[in-house]
């Protein structure tokens, strides 16, 4: 939790900073393009919308999990854990199924020339490595919540010892997905412009906040489901990346964003108010997308 809250408290007095009063001196860091461009764009970009889509590549920092319920309490420690791109083909380009893998949706709006607001959904995926050796702490008795589950030789009580988390034990990953719903603020500054001021190379830095709603596919000793998305805790991320304008309002970007989240309400056998797991997650996220400005 203290993570989070620093990062929060971070991108909060970034935010504040950009959202200082712009004014017309030209020497004003809200102003002022930090790079030395020859030429300068023809059109401000204030007023103007923008949406854009694509897909990611994303990693994970290695987490524990915590898993409570009647019967048990136990973490298990430094999970790791990746993600799992849909192989390229057709299912990228088949409007039926383009959100299928994982993919980025932004849509935004410029409320002065070097900034914008904007909602996105980025739909990532977390799958636990099964199996893997971790250390556990906690407690788990013969039989788990309520009607019992059997859990065999894993009953005991721990304090760091190192055990197999193997497919009996646990399925975990946020396959459908590790979605990401968060609010962002976005500043632009132009790398290249061409002579004509149309086409230009330009860097996207920013931050954003919001909620996670995974749908989550968990087994615990067997027992569980691909559960229904649900809103499953919250998170802030920090973004930086390059855009190039092609052509009347279209453009390509290439962006890096890593951020944390807190999940506090992991549904895991699907015995709702019952059992649950909970983790924090850092992430770090490589998409590219196509968007168009308007």
Known sequence: ???????????????????????????????????????????????????????????????????????????????????????????????????????????????????????????MKYVVDIPQR??????????????????????????????????????????????????GLERYDDILVSSKGKQLLTLESGVEAGLMVPRSDVHLFGVGDNHFWNISGYGAAAKVGVQYHIYKGWYVQSSFKTGYTELLKIPTTGRRGIDKAQQGIWFFENYWVVGFRF
């Open 134 to 183: 971790v250390k556990i702490s906690g407690y788990i008795h013969e039989e788990i919540s309520n009607p019992g589950i059997p859990t065999g030789d894993r009953a005991g009580e721990y304090n760091g010892e190192t055990i197999e988390v193997d497919a009996d034990m646990l399925r975990f990953e946020h396959t459908d997905g590790y979605n990401f719903a968060a609010l």
């Open 1 to 123: 939790m203290k993570k989070l809250f620093l990062l929060i408290g971070a991108l909060a007095l970034g935010s504040s900073i950009a959202f200082s009063q712009e004014n017309d001196d030209k020497n004003s860091l809200f102003t002022k393009n930090i790079f030395k461009t020859r030429y300068e764009r023809t059109e401000s970009n204030k007023g103007k919308f923008f949406v854009h889509w694509g897909y990611n590549i994303s990693a994970y920092a290695k987490s524990d999990i915590q898993f409570t319920g009647p019967g048990y309490d136990f973490t298990l420690h430094k999970v790791t854990a990746g993600d799992r791109p849909t192989k390229f083909g057709l299912r990228y380009a088949d409007p039926s199924r383009i959100t299928i893998p994982q993919f980025n949706f932004h849509f935004g709006y410029f409320i002065s020339d070097k900034y914008s607001l904007s909602l996105g959904w980025d739909h």
